[in-house]
């Protein structure tokens, strides 16, 4: 039986697949616009290659082509016949119960597949990007400790780790690991997202913006991953008092070509969020992101997505449709089974279309409680900076001069960002 990269059954005839597959896996691994087209080129050379079919559903639900996305996921388990392997067997079984939305069961799949093939990187990143987006990152770095032993000559597995080490506040060792795999595999865009939650978590704004600009120069054919690396470096500026030059980045990266790709939306709508919390309103900067949400709000996808449509939303002013977003939320809650809808996200979202309302308490009324909950949105650090500033900063503007100070402490505690740094010195 011959084997792919990783040197993992594939059960195929024809070496023009196997390398196909081989190329999409790296791509996907890489966060390159060209995975889905070679998972297609090696179901093309071999339409009975079960684990193409099942990398290119993975990618047709990342790029929400929802019906493209059943017809890949049927093709996968029906080319998954017992003749297959059982790696191939137990590959397409975990993608296409996720690709199905049935994330809990996929998650104990995916687990139970890397414990049996632990090199198998395909599936290590789904099992990590499931972590990722449920908040379970304490899993993600007991996962990312066992499996990088198996994959030690891999940047992709580096890169991993080095992240889940950064969000578990062990920077020092995270940046370590990243420059490691960057200097192995300097395109590795993983890695270099590694290497700036480190720098950015270590305070160390100076460095991410001289060294980042030239760290993403060589990651060549990325998809939508390349504005998110620009994105760490506009929070660099950011944290370091560029007020100016965040907003000609999103102006350059983000606003001229306003994109509903959920990762570069999330993006577009936090940095313009940031500016409304250091008091330089966007204005009608958000109009176009305001149209793009107001497509989505029936779409409850995952919970961090849904906080962002209420973002632009309420930014823009667009009440009633914040109010049909909240009568939506109000309706799914008794069916979540996870009680993260109704216990977390819906106060959330009420308490940001309170601050672009200018209701101040409320929003603290509404996201006080949920401070230790919010890790459970999903997203890393850095990017759930955005709803416990958005506490902070309500808390000053309310006047309420005991929290914004207890408050104020523990965030230059973690990192000293130059905004907040003026408002204590203030």
Known sequence: ??????????????????????????????????????????????????????????CLLLEERFAETKAASEAARAAATPAVSPREQSYVNAVTLWTAGRVPEAEQAMREHVRQWPRDLAIVQRLYMVYFWQG???????????????????????????????????????LGLAERAIAQHPGDAW????????????????????????????????????????????????????????SDMSREHFEREPSSIAGDLHDSISLLWRLELI????????TP????????????????????????????????????????????APKDKTGLTGEVLLPLVEGLHAFAARDYARTIERIEPLRPRIVQLGGSRAQRDVFHDTLLEACFRSGDADRAERLLTERLHRRPDAFWAARKAA
């Open 136 to 174: 379970q990152f304490p899993e993600m770095l007991e996962a990312t400790t066992e499996l990088v032993h198996h994959s030690a000559d891999s940047s992709y597995m580096m890169g991993m780790h080095a992240f889940a080490l950064e969000e578990a506040g062990r920077c020092s060792e995270a």
């Open 289 to 332: 992101f305001a149209a793009i949400a107001r497509e989505r709000i029936s779409r409850m996808g995952l919970p961090f997505h849904v906080a962002h449509v209420a973002m632009a939303l309420a930014a823009a002013g667009e009440w009633t449709v914040t109010a049909q977003q909240v009568s939506l939320l109000r309706e799914r």
């Open 191 to 246: 890695s270099i997202h590694a290497l700036a939650h480190a720098l950015f978590e270590s305070a160390t704004f100076d460095t991410g913006i001289a060294r980042l600009p030239a760290c993403i120069g060589p990651c060549a054919g990325l998809n939508w991953f390349r504005n998110h690396l620009w994105w760490h470096v506009a929070l660099m500026h950011l944290s370091h008092g560029e007020y100016d030059r965040v």
């Open 1 to 58: 039986m011959k084997t792919d990269a990783c040197g993992l059954p594939v059960t195929t005839t024809s070496p023009e697949a196997l390398d196909a597959y081989d190329r999409a896996v790296d791509a996907a691994l890489g966060w390159k616009a060209s995975a889905l087209d070679l998972f297609r080129e090696a179901t093309s050379r071999d339409p009975g290659l079960a684990i193409a079919h099942a990398g290119a559903a993975a």
């Open 279 to 286: 008091g330089r309103p966007p204005g009608d900067r958000w």
